[in-house]
């Protein structure tokens, strides 16, 4: 399983799929947020592996 | 996903410009792309001294990051509002940006200048919003004395431009804002480039304006660019960011439309389509700050004080 975080929430996916339709899967827009795997940046297609841990990190700010 | 230039792995791909890259290409592509925005819109040059307007977020701090890299004198700008401190939101907000922004100047032996608010007269921004009853968010102060406490360094100060962090997505949904309410004032004065018009008013200028928000935050974390992730407290609920996940929306079927629409619209305007008529305005200088004002006595800044 593969960990993704974003903020102060958690969800765990199944590995193989796209770093893109795992932010889908938690219900996250692609266009609104980054990954990052090891504290680099990785591009949406990157194929998630057992063990990653990817965080996303917010692009939209405001106010 | 390939790095269209060097066939590396690629860290960002980006659909609008139909462009993928690694660390190293984005980060030149990204320089150059700021740069040509700066000639395009004939923003500044390199005898000019510039003061970047820094709130600690990844914006700002990418901006001085690149005029840094480009090679441009550039002080920084830090408006302590108070955020998070008394105003039962958040947690520190404006003590944790500061310490993101004066770190990032030490690390680069950069000039900083920063005001407290609370410190230079008083009252923080909450307390201030509270007091003057205007609205139960401080929002609606924060833009004033932002603009107030610029205009009043820049010119103390001898800056020949005021440069702001602004990116695309931001323009695009004002834009959005403004167009859907037809405020065409406001959107006869959206511009790269505000030019001075009293020598109190700096000219200020958006170098980051036809960059999505998206590749600014790249450049910042590739960069290694150590910037506040937490949001203003106050900004939950914010139109600005309503109108981003709309245009967000558009963007994710059909790519390029966000830089299309804000494009368009400079062209519009250039071209004199929204033929819209600006008001001679006749600006006095406030009888305490000296800066312009159209108020007679007092700019609004100074009678937010005045009121104690």
Redesign the interface.
Do not use: F, L, P
């Given at each position: 399983m593969v960990k993704v975080m974003f903020r102060d929430k958690e969800w765990e996916v199944r590995d193989g799929m796209t770093v893109r339709d795992a932010i889908l899967k938690v219900g996250l827009d692609p266009q609104a947020v980054l990954p990052v795997r090891d504290g680099k940046l990785v591009n949406e297609a990157t194929i998630i592996r057992q063990g990653d841990v990817i965080r996303l990190v917010a692009v939209i700010s405001g106010g | 996903?390939k790095c269209k230039k060097c066939g590396g792995?690629?860290?960002?791909?980006m659909r609008q410009h139909r462009l993928?890259l690694c660390?190293e290409h984005f980060v030149e592509w990204f320089i150059s792309y700021t740069q040509r925005a700066i000639e395009k819109y004939r923003m500044f040059g390199s005898d000019d001294q510039l003061l970047a307007a820094v709130s600690g977020?990844?914006?700002s701090l990418a901006l001085w990051d690149v005029l840094s890299q480009l090679g441009y004198r550039a002080d920084g700008l830090y408006i302590g509002l108070g955020i998070g401190g008394d105003d039962g939101c958040g947690d520190g907000y404006s003590v944790a940006s500061q310490a993101k922004a004066q770190a990032f100047a030490e690390a680069r032996g950069l000039t900083l200048h920063v005001v407290d608010i609370k410190q230079t007269y008083g009252e923080s921004v909450p307390e201030l919003a509270r007091r003057t009853r205007r609205g139960l968010k401080p929002?609606a102060l924060c833009g004033l004395v932002k603009r107030h406490i610029m205009n009043r360094v820049a010119y103390e100060g001898g800056y020949d431009a005021i440069a702001t962090g602004h990116n695309l997505?931001?323009e695009a949904?004002v834009l959005m804002q403004n167009t859907l309410h037809w405020q065409t004032g406001y959107l006869a004065r959206q511009a790269p480039v505000l030019p001075s018009t009293h020598p109190r008013l700096a000219r200020k200028v958006k170098p980051f304006v036809r960059l999505y928000?998206?590749e600014t935050?790249?450049y910042a974390?590739?960069r290694g660019i150590d910037y506040i992730?937490d949001?203003?407290p106050?900004?939950?609920g914010?139109k600005?960011?309503f109108y981003?996940?709309l245009l967000?929306?558009l963007?994710?079927h059909s790519p390029g439309a966000k830089l299309s629409f804000y494009l368009s619209f400079l062209q519009a305007k250039r071209e004199g389509l929204l033929s819209v008529q600006e008001k001679a305005l006749e600006l006095k200088d406030c009888q305490s700050c000296g800066q312009p004002t159209t108020a007679p006595g007092l700019c609004a800044f100074c009678r937010l004080w005045e009121q104690r």
């Open positions: - | 996903m792995v690629a860290v960002i791909g993928a660390a977020g990844k914006d929002c997505d931001d949904a928000e998206r935050a790249a974390i590739v992730y949001e203003c106050h900004a939950e914010s600005t960011i981003k996940k967000n929306q963007e994710s």
